[in-house]
């Protein structure tokens, strides 16, 4: 079932070495395709990256070099008005995606494209990472992309045959998720405290990487400092005003 798929979704990170067929990545990204999109301005391209010295430099640029190396297949997804520019210039027109709401449109169309890759190669037999490290060096690996203006790179993902098992990270209680007719943020001073304890545990007894912490202690230490403040002007320089 693909609930079952869905709710079975592990990252993984070991690759064994076999490459993606050409029609396997061909009927994952043409099933990707097939996601919602806004007004339907499909707003996104990907970058199967096949060159091992461009996936070398990716490897030392997204600081994971393990993935890069060792995948099947790596793509990179962009937000992508380039095209959009073009489809308007063939009508004799101009278009201005420098808005803020231009680039949240980019951004959730790459993700649910993304998102329908991942599922159709997890439905293929095949494993997946999302690599946000991408934005370590976003002008860096435009430049050795030749992403044109207004085409950035918003994450990469690691696909192929798994060479490692890893169990499924217990996800937050539906309950905390669902909200009825109004937003309740008092239900957290409940379900926190026990999703910590089942994250502790979790961590405690994987496989791998053991650690002593929680859900909540990472989420405190991960959020309590700026992350990646480089992005507003290089997304700037790429077109996207964010006016």
Known sequence: MVIELLKSHASVRKYKDIPLTKDDLKEIVSAGQHAAS????????VIHVTDMGKRE?????????????????????????????????????????????????????????????????????Y????????????????ELLNLPNGVAPMFAMSIGVPDEANEVKPRLPVEAIIHENNYNAEKYNDILPSYDQTMHDYYLNRGSNQKDTAWSEQMADFLSAPKRTYMKEFLEKKGFSLK
């Open 127 to 142: 494993g997946i990472c999302y690599i946000g490290g991408i934005r370590n060096a976003p002008e860096e690996i435009s």
């Open 38 to 45: 806004s007004h339907f301005v499909q707003a996104y391209s």
């Open 57 to 125: 430099q990716l490897a030392e640029l997204s600081k994971n070099k393990s993935q890069m190396l060792s995948a099947g297949a790596v793509l990179i997804f962009c937000a992508d008005y380039c095209r959009l520019a073009k489809a308007a210039e063939l009508n004799g027109k101009e278009i201005d995606f420098s808005y803020v709401e231009n680039l949240l449109v980019g951004s959730i169309d790459v993700a649910l494209f993304a998102q329908n890759v991942a599922i159709a190669a997890e439905s293929k037999g």
